[in-house]
C-alpha cells in the first residue's frame, strides 16, 4: 500500500504514542495505524510489518498479528473473558479483571496476509490462520483454517481460496 506524506506522518505519530505508553507492544516496519485506534496490551503484543490498521480500531489483546495483514476500519480485537462475571458472585463491576488475574488473558494469533474485514470482532483465544478472509460484521470465536473466508455470528468457513 502507498500512503500520502501526511497519513505516513500522523501513523508515525500514533505508533511512537503507543510504543510509549505499552511497554508490552512491539510494532514492526512500515505499520499504518488509523486515526482513533485504541491499542493495549497489558502482558504482550507483536505486530508485525507491512500492517494496515484502518480508523476507529480496537486492538486490546494478548498474541500477534502476522506481517501484510490488513484491519478494516471499526475493528474489534479484543478479550473474550476480559472480566471474571461467570466465576465469580461479584456484580460485573467488581469482578477480578485481566489486569489482576492473567489466567483471564487468552492470547490470539492472526497468521499473515490476512484481512478483516469492516466492523468484525475477534474474541481472543483463537487462531486465524495465514491469508485467511474474515468477512465485515463477522464475530470470530473459534479458531480459522488457513486460506478460508469466513462470514456470520459466529463466523463460519463459507469459502476457501485456491
Known amino acids: 500500500m502507498k500512503f500520502s506524506f501526511r497519513q505516513k506522518l500522523f501513523s508515525i505519530i500514533r505508533k511512537f504514542y ?3 505508553i505499552n511497554k508490552n507492544l512491539k510494532i514492526g516496519k512500515n505499520v499504518h495505524i488509523g486515526r482513533n485506534c485504541s491499542i493495549a496490551s497489558i502482558y504482550n503484543l507483536e505486530i508485525g510489518n507491512d500492517i494496515y490498521i484502518g480508523k476507529n480500531v480496537t486492538i486490546e489483546i494478548e498474541g500477534s ?3 501484510g495483514t490488513v484491519i478494516a476500519n471499526t475493528v474489534g480485537i479484543i478479550g473474550r473473558n476480559d472480566h471474571d462475571v461467570v466465576n ?3 456484580r460485573a463491576f467488581d469482578a477480578p479483571v485481566v489486569r489482576d488475574k492473567r489466567e ?5 494469533k492472526i497468521g499473515e496476509g490476512c484481512f478483516i474485514g469492516y466492523g468484525a470482532i475477534i474474541l481472543s483465544g483463537v487462531e486465524i490462520g495465514n491469508n485467511s478472509v474474515i468477512a465485515a460484521g463477522a464475530v470470530v470465536t473459534k479458531d480459522i483454517k488457513p486460506n478460508s473466508i ?3 455470528n459466529p463466523a463460519k468457513i463459507i469459502n476457501t481460496k485456491i
Do not use: K, R
Open 18 to 20: 503507543f510504543l510509549i
Open 65 to 67: 498479528i502476522g506481517d
Open 88 to 90: 465469580t458472585n461479584y
Open 104 to 108: 483471564l488473558s487468552v492470547p490470539i
Open 150 to 152: 469466513v462470514a456470520g
